[in-house]
């Protein structure tokens, strides 16, 4: 399975732009790219996800280097409720496994007011 | 409204005591996940099932198992715990196919053993 990297930690002030980036150098064709949220005891929420282009929802943005091999998630505006650990997923719709959501470690992000 | 539910949302055990967790879903999606998490770690997937295609990871303990009898429910069953399966227990959800594949996870189930 092609793997992600992503930073331990990051910070933002509050009000201000997130952009959590995301390595997958191995990424294959059929991969796309899905970012999950998880506040602080609760479960992992969806937050986004794309193949090829950019992708914008009411939470975030995501924006896919032309290569594919990275990814940033774009908060637009950091709040409070934005502290969380955001994890980068990759899912291959051609493998037999692609019912799997499988998580590497994430960066945990801290707001700061 | 809560579209994968899990119950209770704690759980104490006795060390080697049977424990069942449960989990229910709205959503029809025919992929069901059972997570383990620990402190300060990121859930490990234990098993899946694709509709009931029984899925287990290769490391996953035989300690636990799981049944799904129907598509809305599904159960983790942990025959002996030990204190080492303290833990958070994720249920999640998707479709397979499609563009709208994203998965939807419950609250989770905090799991004390003693």
């Known amino acids: 399975d092609a793997k992600t990297t992503q930073p331990n930690s990051m910070e933002s002030n509050e009000e201000e732009p997130v952009h959590l980036p995301c390595n997958h150098s191995?990424?294959?064709?059929?991969?796309?790219i899905h970012w999950y949220r998880q506040l602080p005891s609760q479960g992992p929420e969806y937050v986004i996800h794309?193949?090829?282009s950019n992708v914008n929802n009411r939470m975030a943005s995501l924006a896919i280097a032309e290569d594919r091999k990275s990814s940033t998630l774009i908060l637009h505006r950091a709040t409070l409720r934005d502290a969380a650990v955001y994890y980068c997923?990759?899912?291959?719709?051609?493998?037999?496994?692609?019912?799997?959501?499988?998580f590497g470690p994430g960066t945990s992000l801290s707001v700061i007011p | 409204d809560a579209m994968v539910i899990q119950n209770p949302r704690y759980q104490v055990t006795q060390f080697g005591k049977p424990v069942t967790l449960s989990c229910s879903q709205t959503?029809?999606?025919?992929?069901m996940y059972w997570y383990q998490q620990k402190s300060s770690q990121a859930p490990k997937l234990l098993f899946h099932?694709?509709?009931?295609?029984?899925?287990n990871e290769a490391d996953t303990p035989d300690n636990f198992q799981s049944r799904r009898p129907n598509t809305s429910f599904c159960f983790l069953d942990i025959r002996s715990p030990g204190l080492g399966d303290a833990a958070m227990y994720l249920c999640?959800?998707?479709?397979?196919?499609?563009?709208?594949?994203?998965?939807?996870f419950g609250q989770g189930t905090r799991l004390t053993v003693v």
């Open positions: 999640a959800t998707s479709r397979r196919q499609g563009l709208n594949t994203e998965a939807f």
């Open positions: 191995t990424i294959s064709g059929t991969d796309y």
């Open positions: 794309g193949l090829t």
């Open positions: 997923i990759l899912r291959d719709t051609q493998s037999t496994s692609y019912d799997k959501v499988i």
């Open positions: 959503l029809n999606h025919n992929v």
């Open positions: 099932y694709y509709d009931k295609d029984f899925n």
